[in-house]
């Protein structure tokens, strides 16, 4: 059988400042090795509902807080109840840094503007100005099995590199989606990162995040066509020796190196 699958990037032109869009090739090439077929949709200010409803998966990149503030409004008030859809149908969805903050409660940038979030993961983001250093620097972080696939190579860890001036506050109700073992992750305060709820992943892993974590890549595309077909279906081991040399390597760099 021929699967497909249909991913609806969140404004691509505003959300990719530090190099998100990498993710997409990686999904695409990891479907087409398998061949799966793959297709990116631009979600814009034009979009439709009835087509976004459509989504197999979502993505939102980085962006700074001039672009988040442009499209905050069009995302809340045109994306945000078609997007709550596609959460509670579990369709899978990947948010790194800058699309993640404005799913929150809400998203208070450096100059005090505090940009009303889509309210759809139970958190707040707060960026301090001046008052706090930005987070820059390699990120490791150790995820739960959660994420592990039967049959294909899983580690415990993701590498990555965060870049934000914003601080996460996750909810009592919020699992984080990894914690911190080297960088800062939500605050540099708590050791949590990101967040999951349902089959949402929220991140500040730029890197981009897929290229060194063929596990997470393979996971979002698993659950994509587990939702999609109503059936787990297997997924062909490919050739990560590169990408895995690349995870061990930032392993060997920032922390002990995994057996
Ligand atoms: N503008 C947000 C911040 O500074 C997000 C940055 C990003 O997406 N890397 O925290």
């Known amino acids: 059988m021929k699967y497909s699958i249909t991913i609806g990037w969140l404004y691509p032109e ?23 077929t793959c297709t990116i949709v631009p979600i814009d200010f034009q979009s439709k509902e009835e087509d976004i409803a459509k989504m197999d998966m979502i993505f939102g990149g980085g962006a700074q807080d001039r ?4 499209l905050i409004d069009d995302l809340r008030k045109r994306k945000g109840p078609v ?7 579990n369709i899978p969805g990947l948010f790194v840094c800058g699309s993640p903050q404005l799913l ?7 100059d005090g503007k505090k940009l009303e979030g889509l309210g759809l993961f139970d958190m707040e983001s707060r960026h301090f100005g001046n008052g706090k250093p930005r987070c820059i620097g390699n990120m490791l972080i150790r995820i739960p099995n959660t994420f592990e696939i039967p049959g294909l190579r899983f580690l415990d860890t993701v590498v990555g590199f965060e870049n934000h001036g914003g601080r996460t506050y996750l909810g009592t109700g919020l699992t984080p989606f990894g914690t911190v073992l080297v960088g800062n992750g939500n605050n540099g305060e708590d050791t949590t990162e990101g967040a999951r709820y349902k089959n949402w992943i929220a991140t500040y892993s730029h890197g981009p995040l897929l290229a060194k974590n063929p596990h997470i890549a393979d996971w979002l595309i698993s659950k994509t066509l587990e ?13 990560d020796v590169l990408m895995w040399q690349a995870h061990d390597a930032m392993l060997k760099k920032l922390y002990v190196t995994k057996e």
């Open 14 to 36: 505003l959300m990719s400042t530090y190099g998100d869009r990498g993710n997409i090739l990686v999904l695409q090439k990891r479907c087409e090795w398998r061949g799966i």
């Open 104 to 110: 929150g409660s809400f998203y208070m940038t450096g």
């Open 227 to 239: 939702v999609k077909y109503k059936k787990k279906i297997k997924l062909q081991e490919l050739d």
């Open 83 to 89: 997007l709550k859809k596609l959460l509670e149908r």
């Open 67 to 70: 672009q988040q503030g442009i």
